[in-house]
Nanobody, 120 residues
């Protein structure tokens, strides 16, 4: 199973970016998909997550600015980020709780991370 992120980069304060994460492999089912981030010297933190068929959850720091969505046919999760601030600068990681062929339960998988830098 692979989670491949894309869409990171350098953006000015107030700008927008859209991250994508596609899960591939022998996937039977995906429960939760989400995004975490880790800034230098800080712990990894939840940004947003969405359970299959459920409502999204957001960190207070991104509510009203970020929107998470998923395409269950494509096994892809998106993070639309608007009104970006310098404090949003971090490596953003995709996370998925999924069930693969040959497994008896769901397991956690992570992407390799994509850098988001908000700077003028």
């Amino acid at each position: 199973v692979h989670l491949v992120e894309s869409g990171g980069g350098l953006v000015q304060p107030g700008g927008s970016l859209r991250l994508s994460c596609a899960a591939s492999g022998r996937i039977r089912s995906i429960n939760t998909m989400g995004w975490y981030r880790q800034a230098p010297g800080k712990e990894r933190e939840l940004v947003a997550k969405i359970i299959s068929g459920g409502s999204p959850n957001y960190a207070d720091s991104v509510k009203g600015r970020f929107t998470i969505s998923r395409d269950n046919v494509k096994n892809t999760v998106y993070l639309q980020m608007k009104s970006l601030k310098p404090e949003d600068t971090a490596v953003y990681y995709c996370n998925a709780d999924l069930w693969t062929s040959g497994s008896s339960s769901y397991s956690d998988y992570w992407g390799q991370g994509t850098q988001v830098t908000v700077s003028s």
